[in-house]
């Protein structure tokens, strides 16, 4: 009789670890509205349909970040590796023009766009968003495969 609440404590405290990974964005987070380079607004909705059919490769920075900063080198040899994708960088940074000051100096290529509402948004929310830099893989029908890494890995080919 021992053993079985043994068990059962175990699988209660395994099942309870489940992590969180969505499969899809939610309606809040599709609407957030965010900042393009020419100071237009776009909702991450429309940055996905942009995209639609390719698979997306997306990054949370800041630019100010030094761990984001050092994160560009691995992201710059990804991109050499994987150019068929496409590549989206959402930076929470504390300002627009620290964002496009910031902007200036990232070497990878890709679409660049400002959440002006950090991590505080619908989206930053729905990434559960604490740490930066923050890596996703989008799939070509818009499913989200990899909803979590900090840092750019073969998960994300």
Same mark, same amino acid.
């Given at each position: 009789?021992?053993?079985?609440? /043994?068990?059962?404590?175990?699988?209660?405290?395994?099942?309870?670890?489940?992590? *969180? %990974?969505? $499969?899809?964005?939610? +309606? !809040?987070?599709?609407?957030?509205?965010?900042?393009?380079?020419?100071?237009?607004?776009?909702?991450?909705?429309?940055?996905?349909?942009?995209?639609?059919?390719?698979?997306?490769?997306?990054?949370?920075?800041?630019? /100010?970040?030094?761990?984001?900063?050092?994160?560009?080198?691995?992201?710059?040899? *990804? %991109?050499? $590796?994987?150019?068929? +994708? !496409?590549?989206?960088?959402?930076?929470?940074?504390?300002?627009?023009?620290?964002?496009?000051?910031?902007?200036?100096?990232?070497?990878?290529?890709?679409?660049?766009?400002?959440?002006?509402?950090?991590?505080?948004?619908?989206?930053?929310?729905?990434?559960?968003?604490?740490?930066?830099?923050?890596?996703?893989?989008?799939?070509?029908?818009?499913?989200?495969?990899?909803?979590?890494?900090?840092?750019?890995?073969?998960?994300?080919?």
């Amino acid at each position: 009789m021992k053993n079985i609440g /043994y068990y059962l404590i175990v699988l209660f405290v395994c099942s309870s670890c489940g992590v *969180f %990974q969505p $499969k899809i964005f939610t +309606k !809040e987070a599709l609407d957030e509205k965010l900042v393009t380079l020419t100071r237009d607004s776009i909702s991450f909705r429309e940055v996905l349909s942009k995209n639609r059919g390719k698979e997306i490769f997306i990054q949370v920075f800041a630019s /100010y970040c030094p761990v984001s900063q050092d994160s560009f080198d691995d992201v710059l040899s *990804f %991109q050499e $590796k994987y150019d068929e +994708k !496409e590549y989206v960088f959402l930076s929470v940074d504390h300002t627009y023009h620290d964002w496009k000051r910031g902007v200036e100096r990232i070497k990878p290529k890709g679409q660049f766009y400002y959440i002006s509402k950090k991590g505080k948004g619908a989206l930053g929310k729905f990434l559960n968003l604490k740490t930066i830099p923050r890596f996703l893989k989008v799939d070509k029908l818009g499913i989200i495969k990899v909803f979590k890494t900090s840092k750019v890995s073969e998960k994300l080919k």
